[in-house]
């Protein structure tokens, strides 16, 4: 079952830290650094972890940036291409750094998680993709209504594999799109 909570202002204050740091870490690159999802939409309820995007200029600077992000302690989940970063006091020196999305689910609860980070091509269609559709949230109560309310109906579920759900998310976002 997942946690959805109402907005919280502190999201965005969140983001901004983060934002910081990851721009201090990657001082070396061009890069555009954005906060998406659920928490970036002031207003929206939604899983308490902040999502932010991280937009390459170059495509062959992906994997540089993955292994520098790696080397920091975020958790790698590969199948997702996606970073865990844990919660002050969360060691993460109890997780491996690179894990499978099976385990990551299973062994990083999700109260332990302060963000998910995903690194792309700035321009890409995903990067387009997650800006669009945070933009259309954010302008959009009949669009934020519907999205929330499909979220809190499936965050009650009890899911056997938690990618159903992750996928009916997607779904949701390519036909809104």
């Known amino acids: 079952m997942r946690k959805i909570v109402q907005y919280e202002t502190k999201w965005s204050l969140l983001y901004q830290m983060e934002k910081e740091a990851l721009l201090n870490t990657l001082k070396d690159f061009s890069v555009d650094i954005e906060h998406i ?17 991280i937009g390459v200029k170059r495509e062959e600077d992906i994997n540089e940036v993955r ?9 790698y989940v590969a199948e997702k291409e996606m970073f865990v970063l844990l919660k002050e006091g969360v ?12 385990n990551a689910r299973r062994l990083i609860p999700h109260d332990a998680r302060r963000s998910h980070v995903y690194v ?3 321009e ?10 945070r933009e259309q949230l954010r302008s959009s109560e009949r669009a934020r209504k519907k999205y929330e ?10 899911w056997n594999d938690i990618s159903t759900y992750e996928y009916k998310k997607e779904e949701f976002i390519q036909r809104s799109l």
Do not use: Q
Request: proline share 10%; glycine share 6%; hydrophobic share 40%.
């Open 37 to 53: 999802g659920s928490t970036s939409v002031p207003g929206l309820a939604g899983s308490p972890i902040v999502d932010i995007l």
């Open 149 to 158: 309310g499909m979220k809190y109906e499936l965050s009650k579920r009890l």
């Open 91 to 102: 060691p993460a020196a109890h997780y491996p750094p690179i894990m499978t999305a099976k």
């Open 124 to 133: 890409s269609p995903y990067w387009n993709e997650r800006i669009n559709f």
């Open 120 to 122: 792309t091509v700035s």
């Open 67 to 75: 292994a520098i992000l790696k080397n920091k302690s975020h958790v």
